[in-house]
C-alpha cells in the first residue's frame, strides 16, 4: 500500500479537515462533546481563478499561498490534516476474495494480483487502498469477503500531497470526497435497507457527482458536466447578466414546484433566467434518470429509495421538489448540521448546509 493513501480507512489523530475545490477551500474542526459535536473552526475561503482546470489542480504553489495564508490570518496552528480528492479521480470497486485467506495473504492478494485486473492503469501507477466489507457465498456455495478497493493515478495524488508539503501541513488521511460526504451522513442512510439504495447527488461548482450508496457502500458513481457555475452561467446570460464565479446569487433562487414542461416564458409564464436555469436542471435531471436506470438494470432485485441532494447546489430553495417531480423519487435535502447534531457558536443558513458535508466528513477523520 502506498504512503499517499495509507490513512484512507484508518483512525487518525487531531486535526483540520480542508476540503479544496475549485471555487473554495473550506477549512474545519471539530471537537466531541459526549454523543455530539462542536463546530470550533469553520472557515471559507475564496478560490481565485486559474488555480484549477477542468476540476484539477494546475497551480499549487498559488493554492498553497493561499491555504498558508488562510491558516495565518486565523491564527491557526495545526499542522495534521484530512483533505480529499474528486471521485472522478477514483477507481472504486467492490470485489470478491476467498474468505480463508488470514490479513496478509488478503492484503498480498488484494494489492498484488487481484488489483490488476480492474484497473485501467498499470499498477505501478496507481496508489491504493482497501477495506474487508461483509462475508457472502457465491453461487457455488463458496464463501467469500467482499472487498472495497480504492485506486488513484499517482500523478493525482502527487499534486495534493505537494500542494499540502508547500502548505507546510502534513497530511493524515487522503480520503475521497464521497466518502468524506457518506461519514458525515451516515446515520441517515441506516434508514435503508440491504435491498434499497440512496443516490447521493452532489453539486459541486463545475460538475455533479453522483454516487449510488447501498449499506453505506458506494456500489456505483458517474460525474456530469453541470454544477452551480452552469447554473448561474445560464440564468446570466438568459438576463443579460456578467458572468460571475461568485454564484451566490443561485442561494436566493426557489426552484417553481411546477413541472418544467408546464412552464412558459412572457408575461403569463416565467423569466427568461429561471427557463434557462431549469433547462440546465432538467439535464442534469437526464443524467440523473440514465444513472440510475443504468444500475438498476445491472443490480437486480434492488429499488431506489432516496436522492439525497448535497453540494453548494444542494441547498437551492426547493431543488427537491423538483427532482422529486421529475424523477418520481422521494428527493431531500442533506443537512449535515443536524445529521451530526452539531454545536455551531452562529447559525448556519439551510441553503448552505448541504455544502457542509464534504468538509464535515473530513472533520470527523480528524478528532
Same mark, same amino acid.
Given at each position: 500500500?502506498?504512503?499517499?493513501?495509507?490513512?484512507? *480507512?484508518?483512525?487518525?489523530?487531531?486535526?483540520?479537515?480542508?476540503?479544496?475545490?475549485?471555487?473554495?477551500?473550506?477549512?474545519?474542526?471539530?471537537?466531541?462533546?459526549?454523543?455530539?459535536? !462542536?463546530? /470550533?473552526?469553520?472557515? @471559507?475561503?475564496?478560490?481565485?481563478?486559474?488555480?484549477?482546470?477542468?476540476?484539477?489542480?494546475?497551480?499549487?504553489?498559488?493554492?498553497?499561498?493561499?491555504?498558508?495564508?488562510?491558516?495565518?490570518?486565523?491564527?491557526?496552528?495545526?499542522? !495534521?490534516?484530512?483533505? %480529499?480528492?474528486?471521485?472522478?479521480?477514483?477507481?472504486?470497486?467492490?470485489?470478491?476474495?476467498?474468505? #480463508?485467506? =488470514?490479513?496478509?495473504? +488478503? !492484503?498480498?492478494?488484494?494489492?498484488?494480483?487481484?488489483?490488476?485486473?480492474?484497473?485501467?492503469?498499470?499498477? $505501478?501507477?496507481?496508489?491504493? /487502498?482497501?477495506?474487508?466489507?461483509?462475508?457472502?457465498?457465491?453461487?457455488?456455495?463458496? #464463501?467469500?469477503?467482499?472487498?472495497?478497493?480504492?485506486?488513484?493515478?499517482?500523478?493525482?495524488?502527487?499534486?495534493?500531497? =505537494?500542494?499540502?508539503?508547500?502548505?507546510?501541513?502534513?497530511?493524515?488521511?487522503?480520503?475521497?470526497?464521497?466518502?468524506?460526504?457518506?461519514?458525515?451522513?451516515?446515520?441517515? +442512510?441506516?434508514? *435503508?435497507?440491504?435491498?434499497?439504495?440512496?443516490?447521493?447527488?452532489?453539486? $459541486? *461548482? #463545475?460538475?455533479?457527482?453522483? %454516487?449510488?450508496?447501498?449499506?453505506?457502500?458506494?456500489?456505483?458513481?458517474?460525474?456530469?458536466?453541470?454544477?452551480? *457555475?452552469?447554473?448561474?452561467? %445560464?440564468?446570466?446570460?438568459?438576463?443579460? +447578466?456578467?458572468?460571475?464565479? =461568485?454564484?451566490?446569487?443561485?442561494?436566493?433562487?426557489?426552484?417553481?414546484? @411546477?413541472?418544467? /414542461?408546464?412552464?412558459?416564458?412572457?408575461?403569463?409564464?416565467?423569466?427568461?433566467?429561471?427557463?434557462?436555469?431549469?433547462?440546465?436542471?432538467?439535464?442534469? @435531471?437526464?443524467?440523473?434518470?440514465?444513472?440510475?436506470?443504468?444500475?438498476?438494470?445491472?443490480?437486480?432485485? +434492488?429499488?431506489?429509495?432516496?436522492?439525497?441532494?448535497?453540494?453548494?447546489?444542494?441547498?437551492?430553495?426547493?431543488?427537491?421538489?423538483?427532482?422529486?417531480?421529475?424523477?418520481?423519487?422521494?428527493?431531500?435535502?442533506? /443537512?449535515?448540521?443536524?445529521?451530526?447534531?452539531?454545536? @455551531?457558536?452562529?447559525?448556519?443558513? =439551510?441553503?448552505?448546509?448541504?455544502?457542509?458535508?464534504?468538509?464535515?466528513?473530513?472533520?470527523?477523520?480528524?478528532?
Amino acid at each position: 500500500m502506498f504512503s499517499s493513501l495509507k490513512g484512507l *480507512f484508518a483512525k487518525s489523530g487531531k486535526g483540520l479537515g480542508l476540503e479544496v475545490a475549485p471555487e473554495r477551500i473550506n477549512i474545519v474542526q471539530l471537537k466531541k462533546q459526549g454523543q455530539t459535536y !462542536k463546530l /470550533d473552526t469553520y472557515i @471559507t475561503e475564496e478560490v481565485p481563478e486559474g488555480i484549477f482546470e477542468d476540476g484539477q489542480i494546475v497551480d499549487s504553489p498559488a493554492l498553497a499561498e493561499l491555504i498558508q495564508e488562510t491558516l495565518n490570518q486565523n491564527n491557526i496552528k495545526c499542522k !495534521k490534516i484530512a483533505t %480529499a480528492i474528486p471521485m472522478r479521480e477514483a477507481i472504486i470497486r467492490i470485489i470478491p476474495i476467498p474468505a #480463508e485467506l =488470514d490479513d496478509k495473504e +488478503l !492484503k498480498e492478494m488484494v494489492l498484488n494480483h487481484e488489483a490488476g485486473l480492474y484497473l485501467p492503469y498499470p499498477r $505501478e501507477e496507481v496508489d491504493l /487502498d482497501y477495506q474487508k466489507l461483509g462475508f457472502f457465498e457465491d453461487e457455488d456455495g463458496i #464463501e467469500k469477503v467482499q472487498v472495497l478497493l480504492v485506486a488513484t493515478r499517482r500523478e493525482v495524488t502527487d499534486v495534493y500531497v =505537494d500542494t499540502m508539503q508547500q502548505a507546510g501541513l502534513e497530511i493524515d488521511v487522503l480520503d475521497i470526497n464521497s466518502f468524506a460526504l457518506i461519514r458525515t451522513i451516515r446515520e441517515q +442512510l441506516r434508514q *435503508f435497507g440491504p435491498q434499497e439504495a440512496a443516490v447521493l447527488v452532489d453539486i $459541486e *461548482f #463545475e460538475s455533479t457527482e453522483i %454516487a449510488i450508496i447501498v449499506d453505506g457502500v458506494p456500489q456505483f458513481s458517474r460525474t456530469v458536466p453541470f454544477g452551480t *457555475f452552469q447554473l448561474q452561467s %445560464a440564468l446570466s446570460r438568459a438576463m443579460n +447578466l456578467p458572468t460571475k464565479r =461568485d454564484t451566490e446569487m443561485l442561494q436566493g433562487m426557489t426552484i417553481p414546484s @411546477t413541472p418544467v /414542461d408546464g412552464l412558459r416564458t412572457g408575461a403569463t409564464g416565467i423569466n427568461p433566467g429561471m427557463a434557462a436555469l431549469l433547462r440546465v436542471l432538467g439535464e442534469l @435531471t437526464d443524467e440523473l434518470r440514465r444513472s440510475i436506470d443504468f444500475y438498476l438494470n445491472q443490480s437486480g432485485e +434492488l429499488e431506489v429509495a432516496q436522492l439525497l441532494l448535497a453540494g453548494p447546489g444542494g441547498g437551492i430553495g426547493q431543488l427537491d421538489e423538483f427532482f422529486t417531480n421529475r424523477l418520481s423519487l422521494p428527493t431531500a435535502q442533506i /443537512d449535515p448540521v443536524s445529521s451530526l447534531s452539531l454545536e @455551531t457558536d452562529e447559525d448556519i443558513p =439551510d441553503v448552505v448546509r448541504p455544502g457542509l458535508g464534504i468538509a464535515l466528513g473530513l472533520g470527523l477523520r480528524e478528532i
